[in-house]
């Protein structure tokens, strides 16, 4: 091993509810459930959102003698209007995802529009040349609940809404990724992943893990690997966050590279995405996370690509606001930096917080960073705004007394569309930045 492909671990040191369906019985009237919702969520509806929340569900009451796809409920406003048809979840904040505007009468007809639905989505990222990327983005392809990513050969499906939690439902799913991901050579495991979160707050029963589609029954692959921008990353569908990587990164990992130079530190590295690529332009970098699983998928994912890297590149355990602060307050300084956090709002309530957790990161960057140098910044909370998080890197800059540049406004590659009237699909926000 040279020098310049020199990795290792080293830590800093001081310088540096109830079910939305009534059971029937044989020769008995079938029980379904209709919502009727206030103003506020009939105008949001009409708008274009597909959500309604709990706190705007006037009642909901049971019906006689009518039949609804299972899962579903009709959906109208206060003066007896129909909106349509939405997946109901008496336990979630979110109780309603619209899923047509119509009143679907019949399970036939639900089935159908989700294999439509199925179809559609894969078509518009048929030409995206990349072995990974989202195929299902849940509401920006009007299937609510549904997340679809690919990983080389291997698919791995969530179905995070309660009345997705069906056995047709996975089984239609299935049945359609293997008609349209052909040939059969390039697709070895269709696998469903659950999310322990969601599923307490929607009240579902999926398993952890569960092998939905298999070339070989016996010997599922769970793990794999796949090329993102000509690097070699490592997958395994039972571990990891999320769905086990971050596909919409990818182009900004590629433009971060176009701006980067010298000496890098990549903040929130997880398993080295910006890393990686930044590795391929700069003389060294710096991967930070506080999670040592994660970094150890990086230092394998370093391996795989050692031949295309030129820079030094190790890994540093630490809390991200604990190691800035104390590099910031030692003096170090880097020509580039990526600020990668996690979400820091998962509600409304954490909005505060979150944009004082992203000011505090971005100044102790700004103060790092020597002349011309670039900071790539980044924030995935659906719930801060673009213009919320532009203002605070502004701050960040006038009190870390810089005078910074935007070269670049991005967000999530293609494959994560962005839907005018569902605000919440451009969660993810990305400026790429000089600090004169």
């Known amino acids: 091993m ?11 040191k001081a310088k540096t509810a109830a079910a939305p369906h009534a059971a029937t019985t044989a020769g008995s009237p ?11 969520a009939s105008d949001r509806l009409r708008g274009g959102h597909p959500w309604v929340y709990a706190s705007d569900v006037v009642e909901v009451a049971d019906k006689e003698d009518a039949s609804v796809p299972p899962g579903l409920i009709p959906v109208t406003d206060q003066r007896g209007i129909p909106l349509g048809t939405a997946l109901y979840s008496p336990t979630s904040q979110i109780a309603l995802r619209l899923v047509s505007r119509e009143v679907l009468e019949t399970d036939a007809d639900w089935l159908a529009l989700v294999e439509a639905r199925l179809r559609r989505a894969l078509a518009l990222r048929a030409s995206m040349e990349t072995e990974a990327c989202r195929l299902v983005f ?6 609510p609940g549904i997340i679809i990513d690919r990983y080389g050969p291997l698919l791995l499906v969530q179905l995070l809404a309660r009345g997705l939690d069906r056995s047709e439902i996975r089984a239609l799913v299935t049945r359609i990724l293997r008609e349209e991901l052909t040939p059969e050579t390039v697709l070895d495991t269709i696998v469903e992943r659950g999310d322990a979160r969601i ?19 016996n010997y599922p692959q769970l793990e794999t690997s796949f090329l993102l921008n000509g690097l070699r990353f490592a ?8 769905t086990g990587a971050f596909l919409d990164q990818r182009l900004n990992y590629a433009a971060a590279a176009e701006h980067a130079r010298g000496d890098a530190l990549d903040i929130c590295t997880y398993q080295g995405g910006f890393a990686l690529h930044l590795a391929r332009c700069c003389s060294r970098v710096t991967g930070v996370d506080a999670s040592r699983s994660a970094l150890e998928v990086a230092e394998r994912n370093l391996e795989a690509n050692r031949s295309l890297l030129s820079a030094e590149l190790d890994w540093v355990e630490a809390d991200a606001f604990e190691l800035l602060r104390a590099w910031s307050d030692a003096g170090n300084a880097y020509d580039t930096i990526v ?17 004082r957790g992203y000011k505090e990161l971005n100044l102790r960057a700004l103060k790092m960073l020597r002349p ?9 909370s659906h719930h801060i705004s673009a ?15 810089r005078r910074v540049r935007l070269l670049e406004r991005r967000g999530a590659a293609p494959d994560h569309p962005v839907i005018l009237t569902i605000p919440e699909t451009e969660y993810l926000k990305c400026l790429i930045c000089v600090a004169e």
Do not use: H, M, W
């Open 387 to 401: 213009a919320d998080f532009s203002a605070t890197v502004a701050a960040a800059a006038a009190d870390a007394g």
């Open 2 to 12: 040279t020098r310049t492909q020199k990795a290792v671990f080293r830590r800093p």
């Open 199 to 217: 599923a307490a707050i929607e009240g579902l029963q999926t398993p952890a893990l569960a092998t939905l589609y298999s070339k070989d029954a």
């Open 372 to 380: 011309g140098g670039v900071l790539v910044t980044c924030s995935c």
């Open 235 to 242: 997958y395994d569908a039972a571990s990891g966050q999320k």
């Open 30 to 40: 079938a029980t379904f459930r209709s919502a009727i919702v206030n103003r506020r």
């Open 138 to 143: 849940s509401e920006a392809d009007e299937l």
């Open 339 to 355: 600020l990668d956090p996690p979400a820091f709002a998962k509600s409304k309530r954490a909005v505060d917080g979150a944009l």
